[in-house]
Every structure is written in structure tokens, then in C-alpha cells.
């Protein structure tokens, strides 16, 4: 099995594990008798455990050249949180155990982000295609998380979280070692001064964090709100799916996509797709309307992603790309630490009208697009 395949092995892996649990966690922990408040304290303190790690074991794995081992590392801990998290019944360790598991999964995925891309052009292939497999198996984990739901006990939808986190372990495992990097500085730029000295790199940052933060209340509230409104496990699967076969359609066809829609135009797309979105959910929509408003996931996740990570690879000094990408995830997971505990208080008292919000900060995020296209083009 060659590069593509065992890389693709990898994001498929991964993201079967983010599809059962993105929808289904909040669910999970209803279940095990968390209230709203403390479901969104949870994921919150999950994200600040992630801004106060990955910075540091990315930076740590340009240091010393160990990619491989750096995604290694994240997935086993991922997986090892997965596993103490579905066995412990306090609050507190369940606090400790899912920032375990969401550290190493966050830790992982902008390291193998880094590896594919530089694998990817030295082999002559785009990154989309590839990526899109991670994206086919969210749809999976989706699909099989809303059959177990229908079937099972919400209290053990852990174990098919912890099954994918495994499996994602065995993936990485498998990965080919990377290429090192060679003739480079050993004095290395602090993410600060990377900030000063790579124009555009802020409005990057901020354009795709107020973007991705914007999904807080969906990714939090929306199954409970849908199957609380009377859809089966099933159709909530379906739902999440359907937003994640616009982001594979994107994902499939990027290396097609005219030159005129680069980086910055893709995040354009994804901020004003947002604010879109979101106002439209503000009104609690019928469910035949969820439809239309799932589509444009393409946009808001997908456009968004694809456009963050590609421009943070063509901007990343030379030698700094996981330092680089792991900057992004920081900072994404900043905003998204802060839309969280915010989105549990503004649901508890304004229910659906809490996506008002998160349209808000996708204008913000437009904001900083614009001022990356006319700043630097690309």
C-alpha cells in the first residue's frame, strides 16, 4: 500500500471518529445526566486544553523533524482518552479524559494536514481528493451513529467513539515516513513573530477561526434540538451527512476549480455561506428546510477549511509548515473554546435564536477574507 492509499487510510479513520462523535457526544452526556450548562463547559474546557497543547507538540515536532512521530503520538492519546472517558463516571475525570482524547486528535490532524501536503506535491497530487476520503467516512460515522442510536441505549453510543479513535491509532501507525526537511535554521520564529513577518497570515487566522467557530451551537445542539423536535436518530444522521456530501463534492473537485478561486476567495465563500446559514437556522426552519440549509456545509466548513489550510501551506515559512498549521488549529480552537461556553448559555435562553450569533461572527470573518484578498492575492 503506497502513500495516497495509507494517507487516505488515516483522514477516513479520523474522521469516522469526529462523524460518531460530533452529533453524538452532547447526546452521550445528556445521557450520563449532564445538563446543557455542563455539556458546553465540557467541550469548552476540551478546546482550552488544545490552545494550551497543540502549539507545543507541533512546534515540538518541526524542532526535532518527527512528524510521523507527532501524529502517532496524538492518535494513541486520542485513543487513550476514548478509552478512560467511556470507563469513569465523575464529572471531573470525564473533564480530564475527553480534553485527552480531543488534544490528541487536535494534535494529529494539523501535523498529518503538514505531511500530506508536502507528500502530496512532491508526488504531483492535490490534496482535495485525498482529503475527501476523511469526509466520506464522517458521512460513515454519521450514518452508523444514527442506526445505533435508533437501536441502542444513547449511554453506550461511547463505545463506537472509542472503536474509530482506536482504529485511528492503527492508521497512523501505518503511515510512511515522512521526507525530512533539511538545511534549516535552528533559530526558529515564535508564533508571534511568524504573525509579523508573514503578511497575510492573520487575516488568514482570523477569517477561518470566526468561520469554523461559528458551527459551536450546531455542532453542540442540534442533534438534541432535532431529536428533541421529534426526528429519529436515523434522520439526524442523515442530515449531518447530507452537509458533508457538499464539503466531498468540493473536496473532489478543488483541483479543478479556476484559478481565480484560490485560498482567499474559497474562505469569502465559506464566511458569507455562514452567515447564511446561520440567520436562516435562527428561525427554527422546518425540518424540509434543513435540506437546503446542510448544503451549505460545503461552503462553511469545506470552503472554509480547504481555503485556511491551503493558504497557511503556501505561506508557512520554510521548515515551520506543522508549526504552521498547528497555529491554525490553535487559534481556530480558541474561538471555538469561546463559542462554545458561549453557545450553551445563549441556547439555555434563546434556544434556536442562539444562531444569530454565530451568524454574526461569520460576517466578522468575511471581514478578515476581504482584507486578505486585497492584502495578498492568492
Known amino acids: 500500500m503506497g502513500f495516497v492509499p495509507r494517507l487516505a487510510l488515516l483522514y477516513a479513520a479520523a474522521f469516522a471518529a469526529t462523524g460518531v462523535q460530533l452529533p453524538f457526544v452532547p447526546v452521550w452526556l445528556a445521557a450520563r445526566g449532564l445538563d446543557q450548562r455542563t455539556i458546553g463547559a465540557l467541550l469548552a474546557a476540551a478546546a482550552v486544553a488544545r490552545i494550551a497543547i497543540v502549539p507545543l507538540t507541533t512546534r515540538a515536532t518541526d524542532h526535532f523533524g518527527a512528524i510521523n512521530t507527532g501524529i502517532v503520538a496524538g492518535a494513541m492519546t486520542a485513543a487513550a482518552g476514548a478509552l478512560v472517558l467511556a470507563s469513569v463516571s465523575s464529572v471531573p ?3 480530564a479524559a475527553y480534553a485527552a482524547a480531543a488534544v490528541g486528535l487536535s494534535t494529529m490532524l494539523p501535523l498529518a494536514d503538514a505531511y500530506a501536503l508536502k507528500g502530496l506535491s512532491a508526488r504531483g497530487r492535490a490534496y482535495g481528493p485525498v482529503r475527501l476520503w476523511g469526509s466520506v467516512a464522517f458521512i460513515g460515522g454519521n450514518l452508523a451513529a444514527g442506526l445505533l442510536a435508533d437501536m441502542i441505549a444513547p449511554v ?34 515564535s508564533a508571534v513573530a511568524m504573525l509579523r513577518g508573514t503578511p497575510g497570515l492573520l487575516a488568514v487566522l482570523g477569517a477561518a477561526s470566526l468561520v469554523q467557530g461559528s458551527h459551536a451551537v450546531y455542532y453542540v445542539f442540534s ?44 474562505l469569502t465563500f465559506g464566511a458569507f455561506g455562514g452567515a447564511l446559514r446561520w440567520a436562516a437556522m435562527a428561525f427554527d426552519p422546518p425540518g424540509v428546510l434543513l435540506v437546503p440549509l446542510q448544503l451549505l456545509h460545503g461552503l462553511t466548513f469545506g470552503a472554509t477549511y480547504l481555503g485556511a489550510v491551503m493558504a497557511i501551506a503556501a505561506l508557512a515559512p520554510h521548515g515551520l509548515a506543522g508549526t504552521a498549521q498547528g497555529l491554525l488549529s490553535t487559534v481556530n480552537g480558541l474561538v471555538m473554546a469561546l463559542a462554545t461556553a458561549m453557545s450553551g448559555v445563549l441556547h439555555a435562553n434563546y434556544g434556536a435564536g442562539s444562531y444569530a450569533a454565530m451568524a454574526l461572527m461569520c460576517l466578522g ?11 495578498r492575492p492568492m
Open 93 to 95: 475525570w470525564m473533564f
Open 156 to 189: 453506550h453510543l461511547i463505545w463506537p467513539i472509542v472503536a474509530a479513535f482506536c482504529a485511528t491509532a492503527l492508521a497512523a501507525l501505518l503511515l510512511e515516513p515522512a521526507a525530512p526537511d533539511v538545511s534549516l535554521s535552528s533559530a526558529r520564529p
Open 223 to 266: 442533534s438534541l434540538d432535532w431529536m428533541g423536535g421529534g426526528l429519529s436518530g436515523l434522520s439526524v444522521g442523515l442530515l449531518w451527512s447530507l452537509g458533508v456530501v457538499a464539503e466531498i463534492v468540493l473536496f473532489a473537485f478543488s483541483a479543478r476549480l479556476p484559478t481565480a478561486i484560490g485560498p482567499a476567495a474559497l
Open 365 to 375: 470573518g468575511a471581514v478578515f477574507a476581504l482584507a486578505l484578498r486585497r492584502k
